[in-house]
């Protein structure tokens, strides 16, 4: 805490974001800088009398978010400085504004009495709010989590830890930085800490767009941050959290203890606890998978997430957790089956589930709420929600109890209606109690003989001021005098001018006005010490008794997370039954065999965003490692290939959280990954190199395949020309296909049809095409899976329908037909093999293996065929330039030194051991080798 200032200190100049130094001229802008420097970083909001004000750059800052008005201070003099302020009393609607916006917000209050005072009033920081630090229901969503998160980099793995301090939830996690990609990208924190030192490492790992806060090294000491960590658990190790081992792990945790004492947060009693954030346990879903198959965000304004489809719980602990189900799919497939007998189980009783969600709606924000207890910001309003919800744990706990389905009897067990707690605070707090704790109203009568007759007597006040009032009628023959109070005099009788002559010569004139003359009497003054003493006396009991109340719950913080929880896990399994009834969802079958087996799938988010009387048409998708691997599906644009892509992943993660799935049936052998990539013209708004980016994503999939993985691969290939990107999209499915270490199941989605042949040489490659029908010039998309692949392209057709001027499509239909007819007439059989075949054929039937060469992006020889069939057709200016097959390929004639250089560096790569950015740098060589810029 910064001293506070001397008043009679020369003027100091300041500095840090403050902009050009002011120079400070008075005490209280002097208390203002020191407090100011003391938290440079931070929107100082400065409470003067009934304002808080803001200065300098601060005041810019505050006026553009809070839209109010920036004047200056001292205008015209040499202590110039903006200034912008608001009420005290709108603190509340201010404060979030400025905390969104990603300010971090530093609170300074007078911590005395300005009345009291003797001299400058002392101030100081009482809170620091910042993005990921924040109690304030203003500042948070109801339905998901608010996460604070470190991050410390170590020289084998990094460390992670996530605290919400809103409910208490603290998790750590260690591993590789493609771990901790993934746990940000699910976990959202609202600001993130990591060192000063570590801030490129951060920003070059995770994109410079989190919301963030860099600590001096210092505070990232192992020794200290495990410290902190086993001072606040009051143990002597953190081998009961299972996380001893967890070096950087415990290091991120033990700066955001730090951080939450940096910013005067140290009622923190209710964080009780650290779990660890196991890899092994979950689904591993990157980063690209989660934002590709928009989970909980959508990639575009107006998106939905699968959240939105799926989300029917109705408590904010069941809304919370269900967005970290989402995220965090199972493996077990016991576990998993737990969940599903469970949601079966209430489906099959209607009555049940009507009932849990009837009472479930009763329980408010529970874990909040206990939060709130904890650090003493509980309000008497919200005490009195806190016992109502627990009123609603009874009722629930007889439900589950009494349900005769395990797993929510388990829940039963858990839930505590603490009656205690809940009955002391219906009997101490008034049922419709104020927010404020100082101004009275909150107790019932009865809890407190002394505040009982406080209240009388200031109840009784009314009467007592009448019957005075009545007295001195009677007395003075006065008959209009009146008594009154105002804020400067408290009470006093009002006499008009007519009947100045009959007042005593005992009352005391006190004002006069044009028409009356206001006294006071030696009644009423003893009369107001004794009410305003008694209202002030009645305030501080009132205060006292609320204090220990709150103190008094705060021994059930453990309890009441316990009953949080349970509700959560209940309002999920809920919300699982009721999305299934409503949407007809089935009960998959999960369980440790390798088949993907889905019948009549349907995408859960496209279903149910289709026009009123459009259906969404169905699909079977058949996946295994013995027989079908990979299946690669050809269409159109605009088909439904990445629709079903999508709907084959979301099915089986669904069916990982517990939940029943859009399909008719559903087999599922546990799926342990799941990696997606979308071809780089899909990403482009990122402004990446996106080819570039396509191809390191694809490397590290490739590098971590498994068994049990699903791969959906969307138009890779598709972000460079035509012939590489054939040759790469080749190269990776034959690298899926014949990966000694995984076979990994495959959907591969493509708009080039060549690839079709490579199920020839592939046994476990199978070719299907999403069906289109082509009538009168128009194409019909049916949105059919069937087996066998594409002949056609309908690029044109979709450039048509997608609103392009008809002067573009009759051009591009000219430009087909011309090279259609070059074709004809060189003398081609349509139905010949096109050039691309013969590539294939010479390149199989090179000695040393053609796949090599295709596997290594060596790209095939342009054809007019191809331009013609790919969607995306090249100008006609690049048709006609493109370069011939020959100079492609003689890359690789055998007399160039330069070629067999690359031969040999191919030929010691192990791709499978290949970091991405290895890849990339290897991939740099043999172009600089090869003779390329
Ligand atoms: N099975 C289906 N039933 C009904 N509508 C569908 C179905 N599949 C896809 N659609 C609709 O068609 C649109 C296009 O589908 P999708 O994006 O999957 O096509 P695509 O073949 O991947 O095209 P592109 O190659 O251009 O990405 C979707 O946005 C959806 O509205």
Not at 147 to 170: M, N, P, R
Not at 738 to 752: E, G, I, Q, V, W
Not at 782 to 799: D, M, P, Q, T, Y
Request: proline letters at 5%; a negative charge.
């Amino acid at each position: 805490m910064p001293k506070v200032a001397d008043p009679n200190k020369k003027p100091i100049r300041t500095h840090g974001t403050l902009g050009p130094a002011p120079v400070v001229d008075t005490p209280l802008m002097r208390q203002y800088y020191e407090l100011k420097q003391a938290h440079p970083g931070a929107v100082l909001l400065f409470r003067v009398g009934d304002f808080y004000e803001t200065f300098g750059e601060d005041a810019v800052t505050a006026s553009r978010i809070l839209d109010i008005t920036l004047t200056k201070r001292g205008a015209g003099t040499a202590s110039e400085t903006p200034l912008a302020g608001f009420p005290h009393h709108a603190l509340d609607n201010y404060l979030p504004k400025l905390v969104r916006a990603g300010q971090r917000v530093a609170i300074c209050d007078q911590l005395e009495d300005p009345k009291l005072a003797k001299g400058l009033v002392k101030r100081g920081i009482t809170e620091l709010v910042t993005p990921g630090v924040s109690l304030h229901d203003n500042v948070l969503d109801r339905r998901s989590n608010n996460y604070l998160c470190a991050v410390h980099f170590g020289k084998q793995e990094a460390g992670i830890s996530f605290l919400d301090i809103s409910t208490g939830e603290f998790l750590v996690a260690q591993g590789t930085i493609e771990y901790l990609g993934k746990l940000l990208q699910n976990f959202q924190p609202a600001e993130v800490l990591f060192c000063k030192r570590s801030r490129q490492e951060f920003e070059s790992h995770f994109g410079p767009d989190y919301c963030h806060f860099a600590l001096e090294e210092w505070v990232f000491g192992f020794d200290y941050c495990h410290d902190t960590l086993t001072r606040h658990f009051n143990t002597t190790s953190l081998k009961g959290f299972g996380i001893d081992g967890l070096r950087e792990g415990i290091t991120a945790a033990g700066c955001i203890l730090h951080y939450l004492a940096e910013t005067k947060h140290t009622d923190v009693g209710h964080i009780g606890s650290i779990g660890r954030l196991e890899e092994d346990k979950y689904v591993w879903l990157d980063r690209f998978t989660v934002r590709n198959l928009e989970l909980v965000q959508a990639q575009h304004p107006g998106g939905v997430p699968l959240i939105d489809i799926l989300d029917q719980t109705v408590t904010p602990m069941g809304a919370r957790l269900l967005r970290k189900w989402v995220v965090l799919p199972l493996k077990e497939p016991a576990q998993i089956q737990r969940r599903l007998d469970t949601v079966e189980a209430l489906l099959q009783t209607p009555e049940l589930l009507e009932n849990l969600l009837q009472h479930l709606r009763q329980i408010n924000d529970l874990e909040r709420l206990i939060s709130k207890v904890a650090v003493r910001r509980i309000n008497p309003r919200e005490l009195t929600q806190l016992a109502r919800a627990l009123e609603a744990i009874g009722p629930i706990r007889t439900e589950l109890a009494g349900s005769g389905i395990r797993a929510l009897q388990k829940l039963a067990d858990q839930l505590n209606p603490c009656a205690t707690l809940r009955d002391e605070i219906q009997a101490k707090i008034k049922a419709d109690a104020p927010v404020l704790t100082n101004q009275g109203g909150v107790l019932n009568d009865g809890v407190d003989k002394e505040l009982d007759e406080l209240r009388a007597m200031a109840f009784s006040g009314k009467d007592y001021l009448f019957q005075l009032q009545q007295r001195a009628i009677q007395e003075t023959g006065i008959s209009s005098l009146k008594v009154a109070y105002n804020k400067v005099f408290g009470y006093y009788l009002e006499v008009t001018n007519s009947h100045k002559d009959k007042v005593p010569a005992s009352w005391i004139r006190k004002q006069t006005l044009v028409n009356a003359e206001r006294y006071i009497t030696e009644e009423l003054k003893v009369y107001e010490e004794k009410i305003l003493h008694a209202e002030e006396r009645l305030f501080v009991i009132e205060q006292n008794i609320y204090n220990e109340l709150v103190l008094f719950a705060a021994e059930y913080v453990a309890q009441i997370q316990q009953n949080a929880r349970a509700i959560g896990v209940a309002d999920c399994l809920a919300s699982f039954a009721a999305t299934a009834r409503q949407h007809r969802y089935v009960k998959p079958t999960v369980d440790d065999s390798t088949l993907l087996d889905i019948r009549a799938g349907r995408h859960p988010v496209i279903e149910r965003q289709l026009p009123p009387g459009e259906q969404y048409i169905p699909n079977d998708i058949c996946l295994d490692q013995d027989d079908q691997q990979i299946v690669v599906i050809t269409g159109p644009n605009m088909a439904g290939k990445s629709a079903l892509l999508r709907q084959t992943a979301l099915i089986v993660l669904l069916a990982q959280i517990g939940s029943f799935v859009p399909a008719d049936a559903a087999h599922i052998g546990v799926i342990d990954k799941i990696f997606t990539r979308v071809g780089a013209s899909d990403n482009l708004s990122k402004g990446e190199s996106t080819f570039m980016v396509e191809m390191t994503e694809t490397a590290s999939i490739l590098n971590n395949l498994s068994d049990r993985s699903l791969v959906l691969m969307d138009e890779i290939g598709r972000g460079t020309s035509t012939y590489d990107g054939i040759s790469i999209a080749w190269a990776i499915v034959e690298h899926l296909h014949n990966s000694p270490k995984a076979r990994a199941k495959t959907l591969f989605a493509t708009h080039y049809h060549e690839l079709n042949q490579l199920a020839d040489d592939c046994p476990r490659v199978r070719n299907y095409n999403v069906a289109v029908k082509e009538a009168d010039g128009r194409i019909l998309f049916l949105r059919k899976l069937r087996e066998g692949g594409s002949e056609h392209s309908f690029g044109i057709h979709v450039a048509r329908m997608a609103g392009m001027p008809t002067s573009v499509v009759l051009r591009a239909n000219e430009i087909m037909h011309h090279l259609e007819q070059e074709r004809t007439s060189a003398g081609v059989d349509p139905d010949a093999p096109t050039e691309f075949d013969e590539v294939l054929a010479d390149l199989d039937s090179e000695a040393d293996g053609g796949k090599v060469v295709a596997m290594n992006g060596a790209a095939p020889a342009p054809d007019t065929e191809s331009v013609r069939r790919g969607p995306r057709a090249q100008p006609a200016a690049a048709v006609h330039n493109a370069p011939r097959p020959s100079l492609q390929l003689s890359m690789f004639e055998p007399a160039d030194p330069a070629l067999e250089r690359v031969r040999e560096l191919l030929s010691k790569l192990d791709v499978n051991t290949l970091t991405p950015i290895e890849a990339l740098l290897k991939l740099n060589e043999l172009k600089l080798v090869a003779g390329g810029k």
